[in-house]
């Protein structure tokens, strides 16, 4: 198992940016493939981003591209989400999510590891 510990969320105004951390620790970091979802209000949890276990790969939420950058550092344990030019409806409690010892993925069943989530809250 590992622990997950997400931080970094808050309050912005639209067209800001702000860079979520999720820290592990427990199992060795780099035997985990990594992503990023979001749940709003009323909504399902869904897909941000995602990496590799080395970090050599990355794949995105198609709406999402250009905008935010999932990267990771394994010798911190840490993988970070940059949200640039922030919108209003990016509000969401942001989760860090880890799956073991498998390539990275885009659905919420495929990661059996979660952090508690940070809330960002984007303003118009």
């Known amino acids: 198992q590992v622990q997950l510990d997400e931080s970094g969320g808050g309050l912005v105004q639209a067209g800001g940016s702000l860079r979520l951390s999720c820290a592990a620790s427990?199992?060795?970091?780099?035997?985990?493939?990594m992503g990023w979802f979001r749940q709003a209000p009323g909504k399902e949890r869904e897909f941000v981003a995602a990496i590799s276990r080395s970090g050599g790969s990355t794949y995105y939420a198609d709406s999402l591209k250009g905008r935010f950058t999932i990267s990771r550092d394994n010798a911190k344990n840490t993988v970070y989400l940059q949200m640039n030019s922030l919108k209003p409806e990016d509000t969401a409690v942001y989760y860090c999510a880890a799956r073991y010892y498998s390539g990275a993925a885009y659905s919420v069943d495929d990661y059996n590891n979660w952090g508690q989530g940070t809330q960002v809250t984007v303003s118009s």
């Open positions: 427990g199992r060795t970091f780099s035997s985990y493939a």
